[in-house]
């Protein structure tokens, strides 16, 4: 089934215009100067090598955009740009399979850093540091109609949920299922794949009746359904408090701060404000980043 579904999200990208690679409205991002003073806190190996990893796990527009090619564009893409010049060294862009998969390879030091954003949770927080530099809201992506009428995550039980394996959504709507069980109410079916695409394509093929993530990506993949979809459960805490996002570094790793200095010196300087408009980001945009802003 997982082949079958990842060669329809291909064919469904060309079909429509190549929906996860799709042109963004053009948007001037200035290019950056060397910091000296940035560049002079990282680590000896990375100013001699002059290059920088930043792991993904596949496409989450519209932050990060992987075509078929391994390429990435996206808000997370141009902020790395930026970053990159600031710093005066080359970020590359390596994909690997999943979330668990990503965290794995900055702790065992394969990648230094992933721009992320990744959800930021004091259960992560023991392994990994987070510079979070969004803050993100989770709800439902539908069928246009909202027929199984999913308004907030007490509605999802007796429905089939699409989640990204390994993420903190998923871990949510799995314990949703448990309360639904233990509440007598009709079950509620999870079902996890390794990628955004291949999630929300199991809805608009109707093998799920929502998929259940973050509102950036999903308003994106709205947008690109051709009128098949529609967001649910918006404005509901849908089982999160306040919920930061960033980039996600080894615990305790000296790149933390230098990436936290250098998002605030693109603040600053409004190059941040003006990637996270190309984007269509503006309602995710953080006033202060921060090291591991989430508290509970």
């Known amino acids: 089934m997982r082949s079958v579904l990842c060669a329809t999200v291909v064919a469904m990208a060309l079909s429509h215009g190549s929906a996860f690679a799709q042109a963004t409205p053009a948007g001037e991002i200035p290019q950056q100067k060397v910091n000296d003073a940035l560049r002079a806190k990282l680590p000896e ?44 060294v080359k970020i590359e862009h390596a994909t690997v399979n999943g979330l668990s998969a990503l965290l794995s390879g900055i702790k065992s030091g394969r990648y230094q850093f992933s721009m992320g954003p990744v959800g930021d949770f004091k259960s992560r927080q023991e392994a990994n540091d987070f510079v979070d530099w969004v803050q993100e809201y989770v709800v439902f992506a539908v069928q246009k109609g909202n027929p199984k009428h ?49 999630s929300i394509l199991a809805v608009r093929s109707k093998r799920a009746d929502a998929f259940f993530s973050s509102q950036a990506p999903l308003t994106y993949f709205v947008q690109q359904a051709n009128g098949e979809l529609e967001l649910a459960g918006v404005g509901k805490p849908n089982g999160f408090d306040d919920l930061f996002q960033g980039a996600v570094t080894p615990k305790d790793s000296p790149l933390s701060e230098v990436l ?34 989430a508290k509970k």
């Not at 496409?59 to 902020?79: H, K, N, Q």
Request: aromatic fraction near 4%.
């Open 150 to 198: 999913i308004n907030a995550l007490d509605d999802a039980c007796g429905t089939r949920i699409a989640v990204q394996s390994g993420g903190s959504a998923e871990k949510v709507i799995k314990a949703q299922a448990e309360k639904c069980a233990a509440d007598g109410k009709p079950a509620l079916e999870v079902q996890s794949y390794a990628d955004q695409p291949t």
């Open 45 to 88: 190996e990375f100013k001699t090598s002059n290059k920088l990893t930043s792991v993904n796990s596949g496409s989450f527009p519209p932050y990060e955009i992987v075509t078929d090619t391994r390429t990435m564009t996206g808000a997370s893409a141009d902020l790395t740009d930026a970053i990159g010049q600031l710093l005066g």
């Open 260 to 293: 936290l200095a250098a998002v605030k010196e693109l603040m600053k300087n409004g190059t941040y404000a003006t990637i996270m408009k190309k984007w269509g980001l503006e309602n995710n945009m953080i006033s202060e980043p921060g090291i591991n802003l």
